[in-house]
C-alpha cells in the first residue's frame, strides 16, 4: 500500500487522541463498583502517557468526562471528580520530571472549585515543559465546541476561515493555541464511535477501535494502533500519484 509522503516516521508531528471506554464495564465485569474501574483507568492514563513520552508523541489528548457524562448518577460524577483531583495533585511531580506539558481542553465553569484549583496549578508549573503536549479533555463536547466558535465568528465579525475556527476553537476549549487537527484516533472498550468527541479536529483522523477495555490498555496496545496508523494511505482527498509526487 502506498502511504503518503506527508507522513514522517518522527512522531512529534503526530496528535493521537484517545476515548478512554469500558472502566465501568471493567469492573462490573469483575464484580466491582464502577468507582474501581474509573480508578484503575487512571493507572492506564499513566502507562499511556509514559509510552506517549518514550516514543516521543508531540501531543495526545485523552477524553476524560463529556458533556454529557454529567447525566450519570450524581454520586458516580462526584466519585469522578474527586479521582480528577487525586490525579492532578499526585501526578504533577511525573509531569515535572519529565518536561510534560499539561493542559485541560473543555469547559471549567462547571467543575468543583478544588479540581479546577488543581488543574491550574497543573498548566502553570509545566507550562514550560520541553517534553510532549498532554492534553486531558474534561466536560468536552465537540458539537458545543463548534457551535460556540460559529457564535464567536459571528459576533467578532471574522472572515470564516479554518484557520480562524480553528483558533476560535482553541480559545473556547482552552487549548492554549489553535485546535490541532488528530491523526489517530483510538477508542477503546469495542464501541465504534465518536461520541462528540474532536470531531472538527478529526476530520481527517486515522480511526482504529480496539476491544480492550480501558483500564487493561498499555504501551503495547498504544504502539499497535501507531503501528496500524503507518499503514494507513493518508491522501487528504487527493489521488495516489500526488500524493507520490509530493
Known sequence: MMQSTSRT?????LHVAIIMDGSGRWATGRGFLREEGHRAGTDAVRRTVEAA?????GTLTLFAFSGDNW???SREVANLM?????YFRRDLPRWLATGTRVNVVGRRDRLGPQLLEAVEVAEAETSGGPGHHFRIAL???GRDSIL????QLRRKYIEPTREAFARLLGEITNSHGPS????????TGGEQRLSDFMLWEAAYAELVFTDQLWPDFDAADLEAALAEYRLRDRRFGRVATQVASG
Open 148 to 151: 460556540q466558535a460559529a457564535r
Open 139 to 141: 466536560d468536552y463536547s
Open 53 to 57: 513520552d518514550r516514543l516521543g508523541l
Open 180 to 187: 490541532p487537527d488528530v491523526d489517530l484516533l483510538i477508542r
Open 82 to 86: 474527586h479521582i480528577f483531583e487525586e
Open 9 to 13: 516516521n518522527d512522531l512529534r508531528s
Open 71 to 73: 447525566h450519570r448518577p
